[in-house]
């Protein structure tokens, strides 16, 4: 072989080497193009603004968000923490091992809590659900059409949790509501390799703070800036609503909740429905408690302290005065009563016995404060009808 044809050699394999190099390094970035583009939904990225919520958090990083549920219980402490990351890009992000891998968005849910189905219709989600814990309890009425026609199961709660058929179902996330630990049914669902987000919005110290909760379900289902704008919305008509009654001089004595095998639950004087009561300008007597959540008390302490309180919200599933005289005679014995001034929050109750202020009220806590502001101050919203509450007869 001349000289002549090894040079022409030459820049032959030299052209070669350049092009495949050219070619594979091409190929490497249009990989990290799709991972960035193509494969991964943009609202992924979206970072939700958490302003009122004290019982959970979302971090953005590179590649993944963390999730947590904050332990109310027990502060500083983690609940349950969650790793969410783009659909299909689970072998492609290194994630820390404390926590549950969700694949998002999620396309389906066994929803447990009747709060977790008014926010999953709120954010116009609720068409994921394929389990409830009680169907005869659904209220949303496209919900309850699926289940009546069998796309919507009933698997129970509590000790009637029916383990094996939410197995069979294997829905992409099971939502339940969060109490003190987790449960050994709870345990076992995880164990079986499917994700449970804790929802502890209950716990939480305002109406707003409780409603703030569709950011941390949004988050499952790329979901959260919708949820940011609608929340904004709600908080606007909120804040509206207590600018009417801000400078309200009168604040009528309030009694809530009932006995109930011998312990009379009150709202903690720093629960959101003691927080309700201060925003609508009435008097509570347990407002110096520090208690997030109920205070079990005795029908002789409540009677003692409260029995000339004004108004009663809440006394049961009551529809009428006699049938609370029917559950305790001793409730004549408080002057709410005496003065017919009870409220129930049964007014949107179907004739199945399901009832929308379990599914609706936490994601609508400006109409809770009108109805409350309402029946305290009916001076102010004279065009206003009650919407979750009826006065008993």
Known sequence: M?????????????????????????????????????FVDSSFYFESNVKHAKGFKIELHDG??????????????????????PRGRKKNVNLPS?????????????????????????????????AVSLPDRVYNEELSKRVEGGDVVGVGHGATLDFERIVDLSPELVMVAGFMKISSDETKLI????????????????????????????????KEQK???LFNDLENRYADIKSKIEHVKDRPDVISGYHY???????????????LLRDAKGEYCWFSDSTQGSIPLSFEVVLEKQSNSKIWFGPAHCQSLKEMKDLDE??????????GQVYSVTKRTNDKGANDYYESSVISPDLLLKDVAKVLHPELFPSHELYFYKKLD
Do not use: H
């Open 2 to 38: 001349g000289v002549r044809q090894l040079l022409i050699l030459s820049v032959i394999l030299s052209l070669f080497l350049v092009l495949s190099c050219g070619r594979s390094k091409s190929k490497k970035s249009l990989s990290k193009s799709e991972v960035q583009t193509e």
């Open 64 to 85: 993944y968000k963390e999730l947590s549920v904050l332990d109310p219980w027990n502060k500083g402490q983690i609940f349950q923490k969650y790793y969410l990351i």
């Open 98 to 130: 404390d926590g549950q891998i969700i694949e998002v968005p999620v396309k389906s849910i066994a929803a447990l809590s009747s709060t977790q189905i008014g926010i999953l219709n709120f954010l116009g989600v609720a068409d994921r659900v394929v």
């Open 191 to 222: 164990n079986a390799g499917l994700p449970v987000a804790f929802n502890i919005e209950w716990m939480e110290s305002s109406p707003l703070a409780r409603a703030e909760w569709a950011k941390f379900i949004a988050a499952f289902f790329n």
């Open 227 to 229: 949820a940011d704008e």
């Open 261 to 275: 095998k011998g312990v009379w639950y009150m709202p903690g004087g720093q629960s959101y429905l003691a927080q």
């Open 330 to 339: 001793r409730y004549t014995l408080f002057q709410a009563y005496k003065d």
